[in-house]
């Protein structure tokens, strides 16, 4: 039996500063990128891409952070792992946590790679594509993994993105294990249809093994059981892990859990600006609602509000508190 | 008699990155500051207002730089002179600058100070007060300032918070003396009543004997002439030099030139989001149209029809391509 949790997520993930900046659909073919996905690339082509885009704006990112940003928002007891350098970018990454009442103490790397950061590129219709340079959060590894931190949070989020870096997928590993051990939950999102691509055989077992809660969007569910339809994955995920939570952008999202299956619209949006952080701030409603004991489709709900505010403006976190929004939803 | 000149113009100020933030009146006053004004600060009290602020947005700034992008917005040929470092902010800096079409090619500084930075605070009203730790901008001096340069653009453009840096205000006055030689025109912007207050004596000198074209807002002209009402302001100003261009916010702005005074509107604006940059704008509009040889009217149109457009969002800088919003203005 677990002890007394003291936070209610433990998030960890990519530490990345996204540079957003508008573009047309030429500028992003021409860039050799494949829109509403995540690429990797190394620095001189970060700096290919960076030069032949317009100016930008820079704001604290990474998936699981925002996530993790977002339970904070909703009044969670939230915490971040998760590895920046020295440097600018890095200090504005912290500051951007802490300020928002995460708790994040994981040491800045010295010298080697630049903080990470996630080229945006944000075309007229709202979509995101993006390009990633890992940088310092390739140096996560299994000792920034606090023991004790992890049996102290109800719920502990992994990014699958913090497969990509080696020494990371054992942090993943470990913190995964410890989790449990503690008797807690582990939360994945599968973070981007390539990315599965990449990771297929290690996800699968990883959710037959060590995910209690998973997340992930049609394309992702699609790729990771090589389905071409979204009822298709769905059957395939039920009985796979013990709640699933999988969005279709305008169309909702679907939870599974408990032998049911919950289907929830998505919340209105006055005016779609920018997709990003869009999948993040879902988990982050979800994971809310889980710490506290919500039934599946009251935790949906919380997911779709949290989504549809952080659509309605550029950059990947909220702008307003999320605790402020919830009235209507859970009452 | 000037030879054709190359550029329409070129700014010199104070480079920095904006910080901008969310904030209410009572942090505004907690940390000291005075609301809708800029304060300088050194590197530990830059901290403290850092660490007391919510998350942030990274975005380029600089007085000067901002108009400079405005000009190139219109279409103008414009080129920007200041000082960064060579560290991760000076890079956001050059590329914000280089990728709207300004061209930019002053030496970043090595070692000493980081790049300047600009702590904004914007409050729910749309008003910004901010904080500027000027950094690396200090280090502008008379070297940086090219005088085949400054002799080929119809108008040099100075801002009034490059007088506080010492080395600066020599670059200053450098450029002003190069560009009168070359039979250019000179233009200053007061920038802050506080900076008035700081540089008074100095400034009305240069007004009298260097500037041609003097922006203003309402605070800055009554600061410059120590008077407590606008026409009072108005009536020192005629004469003082050839032409004033002098806002007022929402009850828009007065050109005096050539014996002639016009009072144009503000431009409507849909939704107030942040006043950052709109006195920049404002003066883009209007160096570019004087530079295109457009009438004092015009001029004053473009530059409210600029910054409507950059208090309708967050940042400093035009979203879209000032060029593509003329046509209701100057037909």
Do not use: W
């Amino acid at each position: 039996m677990a002890e007394r949790a003291d936070l209610d997520v433990v998030g960890i993930g990519n530490a990345l500063v996204d540079v957003l900046s508008h573009a047309d659909d030429k500028l992003v073919t021409r860039l050799g990128l494949v829109k509403g996905t995540m690429s990797l690339v190394d620095e001189p082509r970060a700096r290919e891409i960076y030069e032949a885009t317009g100016p930008g704006v820079e704001i604290s990112g990474g998936s699981a952070a925002n996530t993790i940003v977002g339970v904070a928002s909703f009044g969670g007891r939230a915490q971040y792992i998760g590895k920046v350098s020295n440097d600018q970018l890095g200090e504005v990454f912290g500051h951007d946590l802490r300020s928002t009442g995460v708790l994040y103490d994981t040491r800045p790397a010295k010298g080697g790679p630049a903080t990470g950061r996630c080229l945006i590129l944000v075309t007229p219709d709202a979509q995101r594509t993006m390009g990633t340079f890992l940088g310092a959060s390739v140096q996560l590894g299994p000792g920034d993994i606090d023991t004790r931190l992890i049996a102290s949070a109800r719920i502990i989020y992994l990014e699958g993105y913090l497969f990509d870096p080696p020494a990371a997928q054992e942090a993943f590993r470990a913190a995964a294990g410890l989790a449990h051990a503690a008797g807690r939950k582990v939360a994945l999102t599968l973070s981007d249809p390539f990315c599965v691509d990449r990771h297929r055989a290690a996800f699968l077992d990883l959710v037959e093994r060590h995910v209690d809660i998973l997340f992930a969007n049609e394309a992702e569910i699609c790729a990771l059981y090589q389905v071409s339809d979204f009822d298709a994955a769905l059957s395939r995920v039920v009985g796979h892990c013990e709640i699933a939570a999988l969005t279709r952008s305008a169309k909702g999202s679907v939870l599974v859990g408990g032998g049911k299956t919950h289907v929830i619209e998505a919340h209105p949006v006055q005016s779609l600006v920018d997709t990003t952080g869009a999948g993040d701030l879902y988990a982050s409603g979800v994971l809310y609602g889980l710490s506290r004991g919500l039934d599946l489709a009251a935790c949906g709900r919380l997911g779709s509000l949290a989504a549809a505010e952080v659509i309605s403006h550029v950059g990947a976190r909220p702008m307003v508190p999320l605790s402020s929004l919830t009235g209507s939803v859970i009452g």
